[in-house]
T-cell receptor
Framework: KQEVTQIPAALSVPEGENLVLNCSFT??????LQWFRQDPGKGLTSLLL?????REQTSGRLNASLDKSSGRSTLYIAASQPGDSATYLC?????????????FGKGTKLTVNP | DTGVSQDPRHKITKRGQNVTFRCDPI?????LYWYRQTLGQGPEFLTY????????KSRLLSDRFSAERPKGSFSTLEIQRTEQGDSAMYLC??????????FGPGTRLTVT
């Protein structure tokens, strides 16, 4: 059974700092990996999608990497801003069964202090 | 298209009542997913449709839960005889095969 772990569970940083969020998964047979942002009481906003054949994806100040063989992904946020404060969720798409359902970690709650 | 929409956004019901939620996916997406999220946890997969066919159901989806996607468009999720343990955020997502999943705003269910 796939298990996704995100470390740390919570992180507080001053504005302007670069930071890294970590995600690990136990089964390397994944279809893809997505990083999401979730604001309190809201739905999920997709940030980056990495296909299993890719090593990284970039969007603005965000960069996500994937090392499928070691079961790890990182989300790098450059020059953090207070508006980046949210919970960041990592999810792996399962290859079995064809559904590509996502298995999520519990998230990292990020607070960026002005 | 403005994205995935869900209705209602909030639902408060008494234990034992039936509730139904609706999800309207992005129009060109043929895949639709339901997930459930409880406080402090990541979303958990409930069920998946490809067009109108329900192809996978989680063991989390007890006999009290039923989902439909008539004509491969919108989907409904019904919970019969609600229990307090059903209180959660119910999230719908859609995708086109092999691409990223886009989530709706969710329906927050509170069972009193």
């Amino acid at each position: 059974k796939q298990e996704v772990t995100q470390i740390p569970a919570a992180l507080s940083v001053p504005e302007g700092e670069n930071l890294v969020l970590n995600c690990s998964f136990t089964d390397s047979a994944i279809y893809n990996l997505q990083w999401f942002r979730q604001d309190p009481g809201k739905g999920l906003t997709s940030l980056l999608l990495i296909q299993s054949s890719q090593r990284e994806q970039t969007s603005g100040r965000l960069n996500a990497s994937l090392d499928k063989s070691s079961g790890r992904s990182t989300l790098y946020i450059a020059a953090s801003q207070p508006g980046d404060s949210a919970t960041y969720l990592c999810a792996v798409g399962q290859a079995q069964g064809g559904s590509e359902k996502l298995v999520f970690g519990k998230g990292t709650k990020l607070t960026v202090n002005p | 298209d403005t994205g995935v929409s869900q209705d209602p956004r909030h639902k408060i019901t008494k234990r034992g009542q039936n509730v139904t939620f609706r999800c309207d996916p992005i129009s060109e997406h043929n895949r639709l997913y339901w997930y459930r999220q409880t406080l402090g946890q990541g979303p958990e997969f409930l069920t998946y449709f490809q067009n109108e066919a329900q192809l996978e159901k989680s063991r989390l989806l007890s006999d009290r839960f039923s989902a439909e996607r008539p004509k491969g468009s919108f989907s409904t999720l019904e919970i019969q005889r609600t229990e307090q343990g059903d209180s959660a955020m119910y999230l719908c997502a859609s995708s086109f095969a092999g691409t990223e999943q886009y989530f709706g705003p969710g329906t927050r269910l509170t069972v009193t």
